[in-house]
Structures are given as structure tokens and as C-alpha cells.
């Protein structure tokens, strides 16, 4: 489910993620679950305000908890924490090595490109190696690589025997979609 609010930035705002959201869509029609993505979209300014929760609680539940419709739920009444009961430090004081989490992550990907920039292949090869590897591990470990595909039912033909060699032949279930191409069925 996508959050949305009508008054947030253009980064985040409702026709950006509702181009998304169409993309997503593809997929999850292609793994034959339309049903479990959802774009909620709300008057407000960036926000994660009281209707939005209860809008997520609903959909969390039916989801993880395979409980109810995924209609909102109503939220239990609560206290909301002082700002400086929940400080790490005294008053509005920071360490002075104190960096926020945006200016932590530049110095270390400056860091981290530096001894990457100092490795230089040598030759077409490895450029190439390198990339595909670098490739690989943006897919997998950032973005949690490609969901594994569902498998199609298969029917067994009768298996034959010649020369030696024994085939069954496999054929899909009718009324179901192949793979795309490409990909293992």
C-alpha cells in the first residue's frame, strides 16, 4: 500500500506515485494478486496523520494477519511522547561530532566511491566483469532481487522409451500464463 497525501511535495505526491503504482500493478497482476496493492490518497500536507494509520492498520491486518476486509480500523486511544522525554541528549545539546543521518551517509558513500574509484581495471574484461557484478549486486542486495516466479501447473505425458533414452513430455496446464521470456518456467 502507497500513502499518499493531496498537499506533499512533487516527489511525493499523488501523481508520482500513482505512475508507480500502474508499473506495480503489471506485477502484481502478473503473479495473479491485483488485489493486494492499494494507493490511498488523502487531503493533507506530508503527514502520517490519524486516518492515514487507520487506513494502514486495516490493510496490515488483512495482509500480515489475514484478519478483516482491510478497511480502516480505529486507532486505540493514546498518549503522544514529549519531545524531551525522547531527546539523546540533555536540553537541545549535541555532541560536537554529531552528524545527522543525510550528511553520516554522504561521507561514507564519498568514502566508499574513493576506494572504488582508485580500483581501475586494466583491460575490457574486467571492466565488463565488474560491471555485471556490481549489476548483480544492486539487484540482490538493494532491491531485494526479482520475486521468485509462481510455478504453472504441469501435466506429464506418457513416457516413451527409445533407443535407451526414457522422455516424459511436460505440458502446462491450460488457462494459465507462461513465464515471461527469459525466465524459467
Known amino acids: ?64 494477519k489475514n484478519e478483516g476486509d482491510g478497511k480502516p480500523i480505529p486507532e486505540p486511544k493514546h498518549e503522544i511522547e514529549k519531545p524531551e522525554d525522547l531527546r539523546c541528549f540533555p536540553d537541545e545539546s549535541r555532541p560536537k561530532d554529531f552528524l545527522f543521518p543525510p550528511t553520516f551517509a554522504a561521507r561514507e558513500a564519498k568514502n566508499l566511491v574513493a576506494k572504488q574509484a582508485a580500483i581501475k581495471p586494466d583491460h575490457a574484461e574486467e571492466w565488463e566483469s565488474t560491471a555485471v557484478y556490481l549489476r548483480d549486486r544492486l539487484r540482490k542486495d538493494i532491491f531485494g532481487d526479482f520475486p521468485a516466479l509462481p510455478q504453472a501447473p504441469v501435466q506429464l505425458g506418457k513416457t516413451e522409451v527409445e533407443g535407451g533414452v526414457a522422455t516424459t513430455p511436460r505440458r502446462q496446464a491450460t488457462g494459465v500464463h507462461p513465464p515471461p521470456p527469459g525466465r524459467p518456467g
Open 1 to 64: 500500500m502507497v500513502i499518499n497525501a493531496t498537499k506533499d511535495a512533487y516527489q511525493f505526491s499523488v501523481g508520482e506515485a500513482a505512475r508507480s503504482m500502474d508499473r506495480a500493478r503489471k506485477v502484481f497482476a502478473l503473479y495473479q494478486v491485483p488485489e493486494k496493492i492499494k494507493h490511498a490518497v488523502f487531503d493533507s500536507g506530508h503527514d502520517y496523520n490519524q486516518p492515514m494509520r487507520e487506513t494502514m492498520y486495516g490493510w496490515m491486518t488483512q495482509w500480515l
